[in-house]
Each structure stands twice: as C-alpha cells, then as structure tokens.
C-alpha cells in the first residue's frame, strides 16, 4: 500500500514569494490533514479535511495561507507571499475513518525555507 | 486552548538503559496517541490509549494512561540504538476532533 505522498520534498523562496504544497493521500482515506512542525517542536494542526469539506480551519492564518481538496482527494497548500517565520516543515496526513480517534498516516513533509 | 506537556524534552541515555517520557494536560483527554520520529523523517504512529487506567505494551514498550485521563507515560525497557528519535503524545479533548501534539522529547542512545 502506498502511504501518503507529498511534493515537493524541499522549497526555498525568497520572502514574499509564493509557495505551494501538493498532498495525495493513502488512496481511501477520507481525512486528510496539514499540519506545520517548527524545529524542536510538534506538529500543529493547519487545516482538516473530511472529504472536500474543510471542517477544521481555525488555525490557518487565512490572511497568507489558503488550502483545496478538489475531488476529496488531493490536496494544496498554498502560502502568499510568504513570510520569514513561515520556514518550517509541512506534513500532511491522512486517516480513515472520519476523525481524530484513529491513527494518523504522515508523508514525508515538505522543509520551506525562507530567505 | 488545549495545551500538552511532555517531559523532558531530552534524554540521552546508554545502550542497555531505560527510558520513560511523560505527558501531562491540564484537561481531561479522550485518548492519548503517541508517535516516533526519526531524525530527519515524519511522524509513525506507535498506539493509542482510550481507557481510564489503560496499560499497553509493544515489545520493549509500555504505555499507560492515567486513571484520570490527563497523563500519560512511555517506558522502553532496556533501550536500542534503533529507538533513537523524538517521542510524540497527542491526545484529543472531549468532543472536539483536533489532536494536540506535545513538544516530543528526543532520545538519544549511546552504544
């Protein structure tokens, strides 16, 4: 089973560049997630998707960061224009069934920098 | 908001020692889930716990969740160099579906 993919692996940008973030989930999994992992830290949840519709966007700073799940299967983050602070890890991660009770299966993570 | 804390946030021991990491919340927890990192890749998650007083074990590991649900404890009985890596709770409040992750705590094995 292929687990979940994301591209690409490493960014680096100048500040206010834009960025994007491409996520495909393990194929069946209606959850998908992205969080941001600063260094030394855990990830935080950005955004959560059941299906198309994200149910859970409190923490996306809406001013800068924007994220679709076209089909209820792929996914994109986009950050613009991207700030110093926004240097971090990307991970995107899916679950099934519906919710947070169950385990969730990350990708590999996009590392932004920003210059 | 929901916070989880974890200790301590590095832990640096010998091959052939033990090791435990610890994770508090200030609220009660509907489950806890812990996660390993490996230096440089993702999150993999380990169990979860959702039981009061709920003691689980993987091999060498040993998970536990406390009897009021708002702690939560990871021992490795006689550590390996594989087991190096960063050691996530997260655990979910009442009814809400977000999972907050604590900060991890890095172990790391001398041979």
């Known amino acids: 089973e292929a687990g979940v993919v994301q591209s690409p692996r490493y960014k680096i940008i100048e500040k206010k560049q834009p960025v994007a973030f491409w996520c495909n989930p393990i194929s069946g999994h209606n959850t998908l997630y992205w969080y941001r992992q600063n260094l030394g830290q855990g990830p935080e949840l950005l955004i959560r998707y059941e299906n198309e519709e994200a149910v859970d966007d409190s923490q996306l700073p809406k001013d800068r960061f924007s994220a679709e799940r076209l089909k209820g299967v792929d996914s994109t983050l986009k950050i613009q224009p991207a700030e110093l602070g926004d240097s971090a890890v990307y991970l995107c991660a899916s679950s099934a069934p519906r919710g947070a009770r169950y385990e969730q299966y990350f990708g590999p993570g996009t590392r932004l920098t920003v210059t | ?111």
């Open chain 2, 1 to 111: 908001g929901q916070q989880v804390m974890q200790i301590p946030q590095y832990q640096h021991v010998q091959e052939g020692e033990d090791f435990t990491t610890y994770c508090n919340s200030s609220t009660t927890l509907s489950n806890i889930q812990w996660y390993k990192q490996r230096p440089g890749g993702h999150p993999v998650f380990l169990i979860q716990l959702v039981k009061s007083g709920e003691v689980k074990k993987q091999k060498r590991l040993t998970f536990q969740f406390g009897e009021a649900k708002k702690n939560s404890s990871l021992h490795i009985t006689a550590t390996q160099t594989t087991d190096v890596g960063t050691y996530f709770c997260a655990g979910t409040q009442g009814g809400s579906e977000k999972l907050v992750f604590g900060k991890g705590t890095k172990l790391t094995v001398n041979p």
